[in-house]
């Protein structure tokens, strides 16, 4: 019966010991999540500054993701339009597009490490499906879809840009608005040749 209750005994010793350790552990844990938040004012979070680790939030991270992925579709395809257009005029556009979309693809993914936000190197599935389509396309053929994708992928880029624009970090936000201004140099540029090709 004593071999009994002192097993019992151990036992409930043990869990107690246990259930301190964790709660210890949980306490710690609080503090130190307290400390290291940025946006934490005497334990109180501040409105509107929920963010990840980078201290940049969602939309901040999901613009960033997306324009890295159109910019990469603009600089492939602007490689495929310098090899299969016809027209001088699309032709120079491209190269344009190449020069301008290159400059901005360096300039987002130092941006992206710095926000320490993961953008995409290669395209989706239907994207890349797409331009391997548009290789297969020569002559006015090809110069009619690839001026028509251009007018409506900077439609859709000049909506993403004004989010970027709006965005509460800074450096996003500068770099939205710089890169917007050429965005819709070629968004103007794409309508001009588009009505040419009529």
């Known amino acids: ?52 680790q980078s201290g940049l939030d969602e939309e901040g991270s999901t613009f960033l993701k997306k324009a890295a992925v159109g910019g990469i579709m603009e600089v492939e395809a602007a490689k495929i339009a310098l090899k299969n257009a016809q027209s001088a005029e699309v032709k120079n556009f491209a190269s344009q597009m190449l020069t301008d979309h290159t400059k901005a693809n360096t300039e987002l993914k130092a941006l992206a490490k710095d926000k320490k936000v993961i953008t995409a190197d290669g395209l989706p599935a239907e994207d890349q499906m797409h331009l391997d389509e548009m290789k297969k396309m020569t002559g006015s053929d090809f110069d009619k879809h690839y001026i028509a994708m251009m007018v409506t992928d900077h439609d859709k880029t000049v909506d993403l840009f004004k989010q970027g624009v709006a965005n509460r970090d800074q450096a996003i936000k500068t770099w939205a608005t710089n890169t917007l201004k050429v965005i819709e140099g070629h968004t103007e540029m794409a309508k001009k040749i588009a009505l040419s090709l009529k």
């Open 1 to 52: 019966m004593k071999k009994v209750f002192y097993i019992g005994f151990a036992l409930s010793c043990g869990l107690t010991f246990q259930a301190c350790q964790s709660a210890d552990k949980r306490s710690s844990t609080t503090k130190d999540s307290v400390a290291g938040d940025t946006n934490m004012v005497n334990g109180n979070h501040i409105t509107g500054a929920e963010s990840t």
